[in-house]
């Protein structure tokens, strides 16, 4: 199996961007590659772990804070029969003299990984990725109308991926107090909280949920409403034309308890956590102001850590 996997590589390595058949030249190593690719033997955690292992000691030769990047991403194909591939999600489309929009279903594979990274933006490689396709895709808004998502339990949800890449690095890198686990909006999953309070492992995403904190009778954004600018940041973005500006952020952070959701205080205890917010100041007129929420069990006790 290690030998013929070899020799697959080795051709779609040189015939990167064609068909299997293009790469393998002739029929019986075409064959070959469909029957080894086809194996139900074979996972791509198999194919995969002589990469994490690299990523692994690339880790073990570094020192310091380590950043895990979350993220999915998608693989798009064009298909007569999209259904046996599976399907991703929609997306608009322009069609018609009248440039009105139109929904497209798009066919394809999905993989969510962990791109292992130093804190200074070298990328060490890969701690964990996983693959999947949704075999059913119409229907789904409907089928949120009469199942609420929120009673649904989280190893039954797609976004158990989270949980399980964070699972499979920290097991993968064996220091888990060095690994700072980070993610956009999509990974502000109470769940993830307590997984790196479970693995002794850091975190650091940002927010799109306004959660009780305290007593539970406010939220964290009231509690952020009393908290007074402990210090100001300057960053360069661009415009939407391309030019770069430099603007001024008014940064707050405050370390609170902050509470599960209301029908899962009984399965999972309250955290402590960081609250971090940059708030642009002196919003110029044309454009909304930059706002980034963040949370992290990590310490911030100064502005010069709120900025790290």
Not at 243 to 266: A, N
Not at 274 to 287: K, L, M, S
Not at 297 to 308: D, F, G, K, Y
């Amino acid at each position: 199996m290690r030998k013929r996997f070899g020799m697959v590589l080795e051709r779609l390595w040189s015939g990167i961007g064609q068909t299997i058949p293009f790469a393998c030249q002739d029929w019986s190593s075409t064959k070959a590659a469909y029957r080894f690719l086809s194996n139900e033997r074979v996972s791509e955690q198999d194919i995969l772990s002589g990469h994490f292992h690299a990523s692994a000691e690339r880790f073990g030769s570094t020192q310091g804070p380590i950043l895990i990047l979350q993220d999915t991403m998608t693989f798009s194909y064009q298909r007569e029969r999209p259904e046996l591939i599976g399907y991703t999600g929609k997306m608009a489309i322009r069609r018609g003299e009248n440039g009105s929009l139109r929904p497209l279903t798009q066919c394809g594979i999905l993989m969510h990984s962990s791109l292992v990274v130093t804190a200074e933006g070298l990328p060490l490689g890969l701690a964990a990725a996983k693959f999947w396709t949704r075999s059913r895709f119409k229907g789904t808004t409907a089928l949120k109308r009469h199942v609420n998502p929120t009673r649904v339990p989280i190893e039954e949800k797609e976004s158990y991926r989270w949980l399980e890449n964070m699972r499979q690095s920290t097991a993968l890198l064996g220091d888990p107090v060095r690994c700072i686990h980070v993610g956009d909006r999509e990974s502000d999953i109470y769940e993830l909280f307590c997984t790196a309070y479970d693995l002794s492992t850091c975190f650091l995403v940002r927010t799109c949920v306004d959660r009780l904190v305290g007593d539970g009778q406010h939220t964290i954004a009231d509690e952020m409403e009393q908290v007074k600018v402990k210090g100001l940041h300057r960053v360069e973005i661009r415009d939407a034309k391309g030019h770069p500006m430099t603007v001024t952020l008014e940064l707050r952070y405050r370390r609170m308890t902050v509470l599960p959701p209301i029908g899962e205080q009984s399965r999972y205890p309250a955290l402590q956590l960081t609250v971090i917010h940059a708030q642009e100041r002196d919003v110029p007129p044309g454009r909304p102001g930059i706002e980034w929420k963040l949370l992290t069990n990590l310490p911030v006790q100064s502005r010069a850590e709120a900025i790290e």
